[in-house]
């Protein structure tokens, strides 16, 4: 059974950069599309991003100026990066595994990511 | 990119009411479609991909059908577990979009 775990600050402060991991356990990283999405408290899902085992990527426009994922094989987990943080980015940031016939087919728990002075 | 719309945003329905969500997309659709539950405080799940294949485990009340720009999601049979948020999802030109959520409450 695969498992993802996201871990990371839970506050971080505004113009700064968040930066959470996620870690993959009961599979190896290597074969699949891993995917990062965000829920602002009380509202939808929204698509961040996903990025290839072996290093190529693809962002949601809207946040890609922003957006750096990247991906440890070694050590079975992916990581994304988001700058300049506002208000608007604080939300629950969740970790998937992307499968192109299935789509998200395993998450993590999520993790709240809160942006505050 | 393709927007998702969902209908109604809100439900309000019995245990044992029969349950159709709708997703309207402004393109038309491909076949790299999703639902998904979520539950309050939890990730969401998995439950048809394909626009039509039940993920493993997912009991048989659900059930998703459509092509070209709507998709819909049944539940047979509301479960006192099935009370939750659900989601589409698709894969357009390599970004994913999700719909707005249509939340199925207890009447």
């Known amino acids: 059974q695969v498992q993802l775990q996201e871990s990371g600050p839970g506050l971080v402060k505004p113009s700064e950069t968040l930066s959470l991991t996620c870690s993959v356990s009961?599979?190896?990283?290597?074969?699949?599309?891993w995917s990062w999405i965000r829920q602002p408290p009380g509202k939808g899902l929204e698509w961040i991003g996903y990025?290839?085992?072996?290093?190529?990527?693809n962002y949601n426009p809207s946040l890609k100026s922003r957006v750096t994922m990247s991906v440890d094989t070694s050590n079975n987990q992916f990581s994304l990066k988001l700058s300049s943080v506002t208000a608007a980015d604080t939300a629950v940031y969740y970790c998937?595994?992307?499968?192109?016939?299935?789509?998200?087919?395993?998450w993590g728990q999520g993790t709240l990511v809160t942006v505050s002075s | 990119d393709i927007q998702l719309t969902q209908s109604p945003s809100f439900l309000s329905a019995s245990v044992g009411d029969r349950v159709t969500i709708t997703c309207r997309a402004s393109?038309?659709?491909?076949?790299?479609l999703a639902w998904y539950q979520q539950k309050p405080g939890k990730a969401p799940k998995l439950l048809i991909y394909?626009?039509?294949t039940l993920q493993s485990g997912v009991p048989s009340r659900f059930s998703g059908s459509g092509s070209g720009t709507e998709i819909t999601l049944t539940i047979s049979s509301l479960q006192p577990e099935d009370f939750a948020t659900y989601y589409c999802q698709q894969l357009n030109r390599y970004h994913l979009t999700f719909g707005g959520g249509t939340k199925v409450e207890i009447k």
């Open positions: 998937a595994r992307y499968d192109s016939r299935k789509q998200l087919d395993y």
């Open positions: 393109q038309v659709l491909n076949t790299y």
């Open positions: 394909g626009a039509s």
């Open positions: 009961g599979d190896s990283i290597s074969g699949y599309y």
């Open positions: 990025i290839y085992y072996l290093g190529s990527t």
